[in-house]
């Protein structure tokens, strides 16, 4: 129903800044909520941040909180993420996922994109 499509990925050193973007296709998306998640190599899956379409409220985890931000442009059916302050800690692949209903914090979601890298050297 909803398909999802990130970009912004890379190759940054650390202290550097990327925005990440997701963008929706498929369905309206006034009820759904955006969630960032990634995944380093040979760790879980952590859910950082989200974002209800409608209300344009946000979520950020702690481990990312002060220094990634997520907002959406309704024009542009488009979820950012601003990573700033980098770190080598922050390498892993940044997927984007959709759900239908507006608690954010619910890490389950249920529509997902196929992800982009992000690197961070030292």
């Known amino acids: 129903q909803v398909q999802l499509i990130e970009s912004g990925g890379g190759l940054v050193q650390a202290g550097g800044s990327l925005r990440l973007s997701c963008t929706a296709s498929g369905q309206t998306l006034s009820n759904y909520s955006i969630g960032w998640f990634r995944q380093a190599p040979g760790k879980e899956r952590e859910f950082i941040a989200a974002v209800s379409w409608r209300r344009d409220s946000t979520y950020h985890a702690d481990s990312v909180k002060g220094r990634f931000t997520v907002s959406r442009d309704n024009a542009k059916n488009t979820v950012y993420l601003q990573m700033n302050s980098l770190k080598p800690e922050d390498t892993a692949v940044y997927h984007c996922?959709?759900?239908?209903?507006?608690?954010?914090?619910?890490?389950?979601?249920?529509?997902w994109g196929q992800g982009t890298q992000v690197t961070v050297s030292s």
């Open positions: 996922a959709a759900k239908t209903g507006l608690f954010i914090g619910d890490p389950r979601y249920d529509y």
